[in-house]
């Protein structure tokens, strides 16, 4: 199958364009100029359903939609392009709009280390067993995801987390025996040509490394172009790859993002599950809630047992972060607890691996355990799984409930106190 890219220039030539009016296109066009827009033919052609595509979840997920700009923002593209402005008038332009929108969600830029002297751009190192890898080859993606909160680093050069030597990650990795976990991402580390998987991981392989045990790939491939582990022309060599490595004892975890069942139903992606899951690797899977694409309790039940059956194990349920057209995704913290809830209620216990729902935010993941009443005093109980300090991890404490919460931020400590139990600690981890 051959790879179709399409993005802003060429989305006119999609054959599937003409079940949208002008108007709509237009809209695109707009949206599409401030968020990053890209697709390709197998999610045109085998995901999204043209017949009813203004509600169809691929397409949200895919396409730029009005809604997801602000109603001023939207205007002074629109009209920019109405005139046909300049291209410099439309980037400063549109370079203001995207710093309104929180390039740099939760701190990420503080999760990158200082070594000998360097700051170590490929890499972040958050929680304490395991480490994040930019491989530069890998910032990219088979198509980009509307609430994506990586978006600058596909829009803005200066947000860009990515670097280029094996030797670095090697010598990070010997300074850090801590480390059990190297998670590859990006982007979409499996956008790599085979060969530079081939390079990562024989450094990793050669360098004695008695700690590391799992090699993790972050990928939206499996949902985007399964034929990366099927019928691409290095897609066999891939599979040997992982063979490889797991005879020389790493365990290889495939992180898969699947957005909703849509996506799990066609014939290549259960073909490319079958062959990874072969070829031993281990496939979880994680997603945001997202009004507009899932945002049911219905959907996220069908999505692991169907994930379940094919063999995926299911591992996160996040809350959508606090960056890009937030709004239009949001879902508040009291429905995410009521979705996760009401799916996890329906499925057996070998689909209830999956935790959640849960925040990615500065201090760690923060789970929304649920909602009660302590000393008649309605609450949210919250949980770390994992924390910026490993210490945190597993301690339930207390925020005011609050029904309009979708993020951390807004939520106040319980019962009078002033500060969450780890504020102190986490001012000083700051200092
Ligand atoms: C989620 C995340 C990880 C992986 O955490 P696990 O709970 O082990 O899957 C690692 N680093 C960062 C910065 C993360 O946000
Ligand atoms: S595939 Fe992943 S990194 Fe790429 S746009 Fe989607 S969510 Fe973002």
């Known amino acids: 199958m051959e790879y179709k890219s399409y993005s802003l220039h060429n989305f006119r030539e999609i054959p599937q364009m003409r079940y949208l009016n002008?108007?709509?296109k237009f809209n695109i066009e707009v949206v599409g100029t401030v968020l990053p827009f890209k697709t390709n033919n197998y999610v045109l052609d085998e995901l999204i359903d043209w017949d009813n595509f203004e509600t169809d979840p691929s397409f949200i997920l895919n396409f730029p939609q009005k809604e997801m700009l602000d109603k001023s923002s939207y205007?002074?593209?629109?009209?920019?392009?109405?005139?046909?402005?300049?291209?410099?008038?439309?980037?400063?332009?549109?370079?203001?709009?995207?710093?309104?929108?929180?390039?740099?969600?939760?701190?990420?830029?503080?999760?990158?280390?200082?070594?000998?002297?360097?700051?170590?751009?490929?890499?972040?190192?958050?929680?304490?067993?395991?480490?994040?890898?930019?491989?530069?080859?890998?910032?990219?993606?088979?198509?980009?995801?509307?609430?994506?909160?990586?978006?600058?680093?596909?829009?803005?050069n200066e947000f860009k987390f990515a670097m280029k030597e094996a030797d670095t990650l090697v010598k990070y990795l010997k300074a850090h025996p801590e480390i059990t976990d190297v998670?590859?991402?990006?982007?979409?580390?499996?956008?790599?040509?085979?060969?530079?998987?081939?390079?990562?991981?024989?450094?990793?392989?050669?360098?004695?490394?008695?700690?590391?045990?799992?090699?993790?790939?972050?990928t939206k491939s499996l949902a985007y172009w399964p034929y990366r582990f099927t019928i691409d022309p290095d897609a066999d060599d891939l599979l040997r790859l992982?063979?490889?490595?797991?005879?020389?004892?790493?365990?290889?975890?495939?992180?898969?993002?699947?957005?909703?069942?849509?996506?799990?139903?066609?014939?290549?992606?259960?073909?490319?599950?079958?062959?990874?899951i072969s070829a031993g690797v281990q496939i979880r899977s994680q997603s945001p809630l997202l009004r507009h694409i899932n945002a049911n309790a219905d959907i996220w039940a069908e999505n692991w047992r169907e994930q379940v059956k094919l063999g995926i194990i299911p591992y996160y349920m996040f809350i959508a972060r606090d960056t890009g057209p937030r709004d239009y995704f949001a879902v508040t913290l009291n429905q995410a607890w009521h979705i996760f809830r009401n799916a996890y209620n329906q499925v057996s216990g070998i689909c209830r691996t999956v935790k959640g729902p849960s925040m990615s935010c500065h201090p760690g993941k923060i789970q929304v355990v649920?909602?009660?009443?302590?000393?008649?005093?309605k609450v949210f109980v919250l949980n770390f799984l994992q924390g910026r300090n490993p210490s945190w991890v597993g301690k339930p404490f207390f925020a005011k409930y609050n029904t309009d919460a979708v993020w951390i931020d807004d939520l106040e400590p319980a019962f009078g106190e002033t500060k969450f139990f780890f504020d102190e600690n986490y001012y000083v981890m700051q200092a």
């Open 22 to 24: 002008e108007e709509q």
């Open 75 to 156: 205007k002074i593209i629109a009209s920019l392009l109405e005139r046909n402005a300049s291209k410099k008038e439309v980037q400063d332009a549109v370079r203001k709009i995207r710093l309104g929108l929180n390039p740099n969600p939760a701190g990420q830029e503080s999760n990158v280390p200082v070594f000998e002297g360097q700051k170590l751009n490929g890499i972040q190192h958050k929680y304490r067993e395991i480490m994040l890898f930019f491989p530069t080859q890998g910032q990219t993606c088979h198509a980009y995801c509307t609430f994506c909160f990586r978006w600058p680093q596909f829009a803005l």
């Open 183 to 218: 998670l590859f991402t990006g982007g979409d580390p499996a956008i790599m040509k085979t060969r530079f998987f081939e390079a990562y991981f024989e450094a990793l392989a050669n360098a004695d490394l008695p700690n590391l045990k799992n090699i993790r790939i972050g």
């Open 242 to 276: 992982f063979r490889k490595m797991k005879r020389k004892g790493f365990n290889i975890a495939l992180m898969a993002h699947f957005n909703h069942p849509g996506e799990l139903k066609t014939g290549a992606v259960k073909e490319a599950v079958g062959r990874l």
């Open 370 to 377: 649920g909602v009660t009443e302590v000393k008649g005093q």
